[in-house]
Nanobody, 122 residues
Framework: VQLQASGGGLVQAGGSLRLSCAAS????????AGWFRQAPGKEREFVAA????????YYADSVKGRVTISRDNANNRVFLQMNSLKPEDTAVYYC????????????????WGQGTQVTVSS
């Protein structure tokens, strides 16, 4: 499955962004989908994941309550709604897919999109 993330941009602290991940090649409904981010000089870290059905969602503590992951299997898309953004949310955000039921570990996700830049100004 090929993934393409979009929706990043420059936003002021306290603002919102909605990231989108479009899948092609295979139906995304076969996979758990996740969002990760990587800030300059830091390792890629888990942000959120959603089960193939959408019934189960998982969040990093750093974004819990501010971020919502969702999916539209009919249109092969996964979304990340981010609210109350903080400067420390600045990073390149990646969508990914795995056949694992759930994982926070980057190495368990074999499919990755190209990333979209999110910059939050203070």
């Amino acid at each position: 499955v090929q993934l393409q993330a979009s929706g990043g941009g420059l936003v002021q602290a306290g603002g919102s962004l909605r990231l989108s991940c479009a899948a092609s090649g295979r139906t995304l409904s076969s996979y758990t989908a996740g969002w990760f981010r990587q800030a300059p000089g830091k390792e890629r870290e888990f942000v959120a994941a959603i089960s193939w059905s959408g019934d189960n969602t998982y969040y990093a503590d750093s974004v819990k309550g501010r971020v919502t992951i969702s999916r539209d299997n009919a249109n092969n898309r996964v979304f990340l709604q981010m609210n109350s953004l903080k400067p420390e949310d600045t990073a390149v955000y990646y969508c990914a897919a795995t056949t694992w039921r759930f994982s926070r570990v980057t190495s368990t996700y074999p499919y990755w999109g190209q990333g979209t830049q999110v910059t939050v100004s203070s």
